[in-house]
């Protein structure tokens, strides 16, 4: 492999040092060229259609530049640098274009529609069928059939949008990163647990802000920190600092993103309109569980009316609490109050606060008993290699490797974990993959390569990182959508693991988030840092007891996400001028909590749904719809065992290792007999009550 050709290695082993921002250009514009002449060979060979040489052949044609582009656009999410981020930036209109072009090129879909119409296409089965199907609707919901002049807007639609929602969330990242607050005076860091002051210390001193005689604290936007000012401090003024930061993100120049929400929305409409469909979120949806934005909205509205009662019950009783604790009159908190009261509340009530549980929570046991867990339960076995012996490379020093083998003693995949928060790295929790083996036509098998990633607590002073309750679950969270990807048994790749309809996607992970609450799997993995001892009986007691402390404003803070995102993507046209904060709001403002002053919606900071093309917007329901279904398949793990091998065998059949062969819809009744019992949420939140 030359070496201006190094994202190309089709190495399974990544030589990450090798990629460097100056060998972007030339390996991508060669992997462009080389897959566009793919694509041209396919439109103009004379030979006699079959499944091979047209739907088959289109999905080998981008392997090569799937893999290296994934190589770039993960580095660029975890090792962000001028050089990088100007190198990705250069190449990834032309990415975006290459791939917008593909089912728009005439002659190509010309020749799939021939060989789609031979009585050998009507014979297909399985997967093969399956590929013939869902590219078809690609190419058809992508506009495969309009005149030439809207299938070119349709290409410029999607290369603008590519680069309006990189700018949208690089704003995120660079505002996040431009803001610090030092405290000196010990005295105001009253009520902040003793791990984030040691955390806020060693943060400070990593930028060379105090020292041993004179201390400082250094508070940021990442996650770990904001909790810590925002549930415990007892310094008003540094939670209402930590506060207005936070809602400043994508809110000021030069991180703005109002204009940029406004374009995107804009392209999205237009795209959907030259489509012929009515609106941006019915395009998204049609191919999607909820079918139509109409649905998804019910869905999410039956939610909200469950919620709606309890959710008023519990903002009253954190009004009550604070006004009889501090003797002032009941009434609307101020917005940087709620958590720190919120966390009184659930002290005086379960007799509980979450960081008595860090003790039980050093990493390296949780990921120990993680791997434990997926022994027991789906016959796996992963064992750490070394990075830096063997061949084995990562971006980053804190980054670790890992192989998975299956019962058998196949190597199924392997995987990188990336933790920790960096300036150099995106916020929030994900996973993604690098290469996608499988199946292949000569009767073996090839591993998948993915990796997971996170902005959890850091080790501190040579002692291993002591993770909150909701890290833990993070963690399980990605290491089921990584399951996903490593499990799949898909021949055809651009089918395989997570690659399935968005509010099918985080069934898995969220199936693995159960994990975190039942004894016989915590105590694989919660033991003490010091004593090795599990989490003691009444420690546990109160744990589970709070667990659905205010679920009625969990529920609603995830339907205020989820409404905002189906109603900007329905009626665009309102938001394209004026506020776009007050506009939002407005949308949602029965779901938040009324605070002096008011809280702010998350419009200008959503990177889930305005930091890609597509991603989550017009899907953020998925979570929602998805946890109805997780609730309801660990129902089975309820009644048959915890631990139980067969049915996590069976998941691994219906569901892990089924990719996009099936329709979920199919494969969720495979693993459970039956459609879907939204039911099954609500009675684990609490609710069940509301479910009647």
């Known amino acids: 492999m030359s070496p201006e050709n190094a994202f190309l290695d089709p190495d399974f082993s990544i030589a990450w040092s090798r990629l460097t921002p100056d060998q972007i250009e030339p390996s991508i514009e060669k992997a462009i060229a080389d897959a566009q002449g793919a694509i041209d060979a396919i439109g103009s060979s004379g030979a006699v259609p079959d499944i091979s040489n047209t739907f088959l052949a289109l999905e080998r044609s981008t392997e090569e530049l799937n893999v290296s582009w994934s190589k770039v656009s993960h580095l660029q999410s975890v090792a962000d640098s001028p050089a990088l981020r100007a190198a990705h930036n250069a190449m990834l209109p032309k990415v975006s274009a290459f791939f917008a072009r593909i089912p728009l090129n005439p002659r190509l879909w010309q020749r799939l529609k021939a060989f789609a119409e031979l009585p050998a296409a009507k014979s297909l089965e399985g997967v093969e069928r399956r590929l013939m199907e869902e590219?078809?609707?690609?190419?058809?919901?992508?506009?495969?059939?309009?005149?030439?002049?809207?299938?070119?807007?349709?290409?410029?639609?999607?290369?603008?949008?590519?680069?309006?929602?990189?700018?949208?969330?690089?704003?995120?990242?660079?505002?996040?990163?431009?803001?610090?607050?030092?405290?000196?005076?010990?005295?105001?860091?009253?009520?902040?647990?003793?791990?984030?002051?040691?955390?806020?210390?060693?943060?400070?001193?990593?930028?060379?802000?105090?020292?041993?005689?004179?201390?400082?604290?250094?508070?940021?936007?990442?996650?770990?920190?904001?909790?810590?000012?925002?549930?415990?401090a007892d310094d008003e003024a540094l939670r209402m600092a930590v506060w207005e930061a936070s809602i400043a993100v994508g809110d000021r120049?030069?991180?703005?993103?109002?204009?940029?929400?406004?374009?995107?929305?804009?392209?999205?409409?237009?795209?959907?309109?030259?489509?012929?469909?009515?609106?941006?979120?019915?395009?998204?949806?049609?191919?999607?569980?909820?079918?139509?934005?109409?649905?998804?909205?019910?869905?999410?509205?039956?939610?909200?009316?469950?919620?709606?009662?309890?959710?008023?019950?519990?903002?009253?009783?954190?009004?009550?609490?604070?006004?009889?604790?501090?003797?002032?009159?009941?009434?609307?908190?101020?917005?940087?109050?709620?958590?720190?009261?919120?966390e009184k509340l659930r002290r005086d009530r379960h007799d509980f606060d979450e960081e008595q549980l860090r003790p039980y929570f050093p990493m390296d046991r949780v990921i120990a008993g993680l791997f434990d867990l997926a022994q027991r339960v789906f016959g796996l076995r992963i064992e750490e290699r070394r990075v830096g012996e063997g061949g084995v490379e990562a971006w980053h020093d804190e980054v670790r490797y890992y192989e998975m083998r299956d019962e058998a003693g196949r190597h199924v995949g392997s995987f990188y974990a990336d933790w920790h928060p960096r300036e150099s790295k995106r916020g929030g929790a994900w996973m993604g993959y690098l290469v996608t083996g499988g199946p292949t036509r000569s009767g073996g098998r090839d591993p998948h390569l993915g990796y997971i990633c996170g902005n959890l607590s850091a080790p501190l002073e040579g002692r291993p990182a002591l993770l909150t309750h909701r890290e833990v679950?993070?963690?399980?969270?990605?290491?089921?959508?990584?399951?996903?990807h490593l499990l799949g048994e898909v021949p055809i790749k651009s089918l395989n693991g997570v690659n399935v309809a968005w509010d099918f996607v985080e069934l898995p992970s969220q199936l693995m988030e159960n994990w975190c609450w039942e004894r016989e799997s915590l105590d694989l993995f919660a033991r003490h840092v010091d004593t090795g001892a599990p989490i003691p009986d009444e420690l546990f007691g109160r744990m589970t007891s709070a667990r659905n402390f205010r679920s009625a404003t969990g529920i609603m803070r995830q339907v205020l996400f989820a409404r905002l995102d189906l109603l900007l993507h329905t009626d665009a046209s309102r938001f394209l001028d004026g506020d776009i904060e007050e506009k939002s709001r407005e949308l949602v403002a029965d779901c938040m909590i009324p605070t002096v002053p008011p809280g702010r919606t998350p419009v200008k900071r959503f990177t889930h749904?305005?930091?890609?093309?597509?991603?989550?917007?017009?899907?953020?329901?998925?979570?929602?719809?998805?946890?109805?279904?997780?609730?309801?398949?660990?129902?089975?793990?309820?009644?048959?065992?915890?631990?139980?091998?067969?049915v996590g065998a069976r998941f691994v059949d219906s569901v892990l290792s089924r990719g996009n062969a099936e329709d979920p819809a199919v494969l969720f009744r495979e693993f459970m007999g039956r459609d879907p019992d939204i039911g099954a949420l609500l009675r684990r939140c609490g609710l069940a009550s509301q479910a009647a």
Do not use: C
């Open 253 to 342: 120049e030069p991180h703005d993103n109002a204009p940029l929400i406004q374009k995107i929305l804009a392209l999205r409409a237009e795209k959907a309109a030259v489509l012929g469909r009515s609106h941006f979120a019915d395009l998204v949806l049609e191919r999607r569980m909820a079918a139509t934005a109409k649905r998804a909205l019910g869905f999410i509205e039956e939610l909200r009316e469950r919620a709606s009662v309890p959710f008023k019950v519990e903002i009253e009783e954190i009004e009550r609490f604070k006004a009889e604790r501090t003797g002032s009159p009941s009434g609307p908190l101020k917005a940087w109050e709620v958590g720190y009261w919120a």
């Open 609 to 646: 749904i305005f930091g890609d093309p597509v991603g989550y917007a017009a899907g953020y329901y998925s979570y929602k719809w998805a946890e109805v279904l997780d609730a309801d398949a660990f129902s089975r793990f309820l009644e048959e065992g915890v631990l139980n091998r067969e």
């Open 473 to 484: 679950q993070t963690i399980f969270h990605e290491f089921g959508h990584l399951l996903h």
């Open 135 to 232: 590219t078809l609707k690609d190419f058809r919901q992508a506009g495969a059939d309009l005149p030439e002049a809207q299938r070119k807007r349709l290409e410029a639609i999607q290369t603008e949008l590519s680069q309006l929602t990189q700018k949208y969330a690089e704003n995120v990242l660079d505002a996040t990163n431009a803001w610090q607050l030092v405290v000196e005076d010990e005295k105001r860091l009253a009520g902040i647990p003793d791990l984030a002051r040691r955390a806020a210390r060693q943060a400070a001193l990593a930028k060379g802000i105090g020292s041993e005689d004179r201390p400082a604290w250094r508070f940021t936007l990442q996650y770990p920190s904001v909790e810590a000012v925002m549930t415990y």
